[in-house]
């Protein structure tokens, strides 16, 4: 006598709500990746990639890499995007990071942008912090990606990066609080100035001197971190 198969009717559940869970985060991937691209098309048929870069380069003080210290750009890739050399523009383990973040403050707060990402917001794109908008980034950074160098991403990047009291761009900010062009900053002004971009009403130089102080070592224990820099190198510059 033959005997019936046991069926298993909460796998099979399981099963579809595993299968419907991932046609609607398709469906949800694709809605915002057609709206992202439709914003990134928009903003390239008001100016190119290449327009606005070509713009930033006839600047008046428009900084090369060759033209900063060794010291601000490790600084700066080490607190902004430390596998800048290796991702091609979109770095998947601080994209998950941030995803975590958010998901758990129930806010959309952390972007896990990268060097790239950020150059792309600033050639095109507003400050708005939207779904659609980090989409849109995806496709700037593709162009962004194929079409320059890291060290050409690195420096239209701090070109373009705001550094608070008005000052835009790396050559304004070393000028602005220390009176120097950025080839002649010191480690420590280097860190200082590294620290700013993220939120420049805070970090800036005399706008809140403890919260300035705390991003410093911020900057300088993530070069650490890094091996960019020893710990007894940092502790020397207090």
């Not at 949800?28 to 327009?51: E, L, N, W």
């Not at 150059?119 to 593709?142: C, G, P, W, Y």
Request: net charge neutral; with cysteine; hydrophobic share 40%.
């Amino acid at each position: 006598m033959r005997t019936k198969k046991k069926r298993h009717p909460v796998r099979r559940t399981i099963c579809a709500l595993l299968i419907l869970m991932l046609c609607a985060a398709l469906a949800v991937g694709i809605f915002y990746g057609v709206k992202g691209y439709r914003m990134y098309q928009d903003a390239v048929s008001q100016a190119t990639i290449q327009d606005r870069v070509e713009e930033i380069r006839e600047a008046e003080h428009f900084t090369k890499y060759s033209e900063m210290t060794e010291f601000y750009i490790n600084a700066v890739i080490s607190i902004e995007d430390h596998r800048f050399r290796e991702h091609m523009g979109i770095d998947p383990i601080a994209v998950c990071r941030a995803l975590w973040a958010d998901i758990r403050a129930m806010s959309f707060k952390e972007g896990g942008s990268t060097i790239t990402q950020q150059l792309a917001k600033n050639l095109l794109f507003t400050q708005e912090k939207s779904i659609v908008r980090k989409a849109a980034e995806v496709f700037a950074v593709m162009e962004i990606e194929s079409e320059y160098t890291k060290e050409e991403i690195f420096e239209l990047y701090v070109n373009t990066a705001a550094f608070g009291s008005g000052y835009e761009g790396i050559y304004a900010g070393a000028v602005g609080y220390f009176g120097k062009i950025p080839s002649e900053l010191t480690d420590y002004e280097s860190a200082v100035l590294a620290g700013v971009p993220n939120a420049p009403s805070v970090y800036a130089p005399g706008m809140n001197d403890g919260l300035a102080s705390q991003r410093t070592r911020q900057v300088l224990r993530s070069m650490v971190r890094n091996q960019m820099i020893t710990q007894s190198e940092m502790d020397n510059m207090f």
